[in-house]
């Protein structure tokens, strides 16, 4: 059965769902995965986002959202003076990201003590699909609760980290791996229908090989 809002959109400030409530999640889940504030955002945009970006208020949305706005917020129109404001200067280009969705964008953070990098996606009625963080596969929609678990490539990492899940009553609704090469850099992507606490995310963390771990709530 579809869901209400997969048929009448999302509750959002127009005019369109792909260029300005999608993109306004893209900015939150950007600033969230940051976690703080950032000072300097470098914005790629590509395909339709990068033929219509102030005319559908795709620019306003994306730095809305690096605000912590959410796609609602009456203030999204007045988005980029909020960000002098606040502190915060962004740059825009336009930029061929390869096979991509038309609606998608490069984002690059910083902060005061970290930066980030972020490829995503709106993919229409407000969803979106993260498909990079930091130049590792990370695909995920951020509708579920998300665990992004960064490893060596070894035998017994997945096994542990899944077990430790299982043992904190954690359903995962589903779960991604990707790897470098045999052996190399390996990433988990692990949605879950319920949130990981701050000891479980710290026993992830410990587990041998396990070289770091994002943590997102559903944006």
Do not use: C, W
């Amino acid at each position: 059965m579809a869901n209400v809002f997969d048929i009448i959109g999302p509750i959002m400030i127009g005019p369109s769902s792909s260029h300005t409530a999608g993109a306004v999640r893209l900015g939150m889940i950007a600033r969230a995965l940051l976690g703080e504030n950032p000072i300097r955002a470098q914005i790629k945009l590509h395909g339709s986002f990068a033929r219509t970006y102030r005319g559908h208020g795709t620019d306003k949305a994306l730095v809305a959202g690096l605000l912590g706005l959410a796609p609602d917020d009456l203030r999204i129109k007045d988005s980029l003076e909020l960000a002098k404001e606040q502190g915060l200067t962004y740059s825009f280009e336009l930029l061929d990201l390869g096979d991509y969705h038309p609606n998608t964008t490069l984002i690059g953070l910083t902060g005061i003590s970290s930066a980030l990098s972020l490829l995503g996606s709106s993919v229409g009625g407000g969803k979106v699909q993260i498909h990079r963080i930091n130049g590792l596969p990370a695909e995920f929609t951020a509708d579920y609760d998300t665990l992004i678990v960064y490893h060596k490539d070894t035998p017994g990492v997945i096994a542990a980290v899944t077990s430790l899940l299982a043992g904190h009553s954690i359903n995962i609704a589903q779960m991604k791996v990707y790897r470098s090469h045999r052996g190399g850099r390996s990433v988990i992507v692990l949605e879950t229908d319920e949130q990981v606490d701050e000891k479980l995310y710290q026993q992830v963390k410990a587990v041998p090989n396990v070289t770091g771990a994002i943590y997102l709530h559903a944006i």
